[in-house]
């Protein structure tokens, strides 16, 4: 079954911490993106991939990194850094010639 | 810079209602449009979408849009909505040769409770 797989689901962590989300698709998709979704706000993108090994910062990057190393996987880190880091987590892929959106489950993280 | 509005953030209607939901960007260029849907618990899923051809799409569920280049919009209707489309829809535009052509660019989404 083709997809995009998002985990966890649910993610808890002490203020100050890093954390990994984690984010892989089997579309053999070339792009890839992690928007973050909070009430009334839309969807935001924070980084996105279009080949593997170089990514580049979306609408609000600050506190967060990625890495590309693999087609099928772009993890998202969540840094101490981040202010707000409480939100809903989206992972995307697209195909190289084709902008429509494939979507994971998403991950809700919260910060305590 | 490119933007997307949706007119309505919440909108309430009864079963057997017409729906139209408004959206509008902002880019003379050439687009994509898209549609996509979050029903309650579940991952964003697309509606529709429009790259060239037949202005009005059809998509999933009885779903249709129009495409009006001259008033930059594409509008997302429904002749007679069910409970089960109570949901979250976001428009979303890729503006074509904008120098960012991998970016979609998204409306901040309207919520349809439709009562039973």
């Known amino acids: 079954d083709g997809g995009i797989t998002q985990s966890p689901k649910y993610l808890f962590r002490k203020e100050g911490q890093n954390v990994t989300l984690s984010c892989e698709q089997n579309?053999?998709?070339?792009?890839m993106y992690w928007y973050r979704q909070d009430p009334g706000q839309g969807l935001r993108l924070i980084y996105y991939s279009q080949i593997v090994n170089d990514f580049q910062k979306g609408d609000i990057a600050e506190g967060y990194s990625v890495s590309r190393e693999k087609k099928e996987s772009f993890p998202l880190t969540v840094t101490s850094a981040q202010k707000n880091p409480t939100a809903f987590y989206l992972c995307?892929?697209?195909?190289?010639?084709?902008?429509?959106?494939?979507f994971g489950q998403g991950t809700r993280l919260t910060v305590v | 810079a490119q933007s997307v509005s949706q007119h309505n953030h919440h909108v309430i209607l009864s079963e057997a209602a017409s729906l139209e939901l408004g959206c509008n960007y902002s880019y003379g260029g050439t687009v994509n449009l898209f549609w996509y849907v979050q029903y309650p618990g579940q991952h964003l899923q697309l509606l529709l979408k429009?790259?060239?051809?037949d202005p009005l799409v059809k998509g999933i569920k009885g779903f249709e849009a129009e495409f009006i280049k001259s008033k930059f919009s594409f509008n997302l209707r429904k002749p007679s909505v069910q409970w089960s489309d109570t949901a979250e829809y976001f428009c979303a535009v890729n503006p074509l040769n904008a120098g960012n052509n991998r970016k979609l660019i998204w409306g901040l989404g309207t919520s349809l409770a439709v009562n039973p």
């Open positions: 995307a892929s697209s195909a190289l010639r084709n902008t429509e959106a494939f």
């Open positions: 579309l053999n998709h070339d792009a």
């Open positions: 429009y790259f060239s051809g």
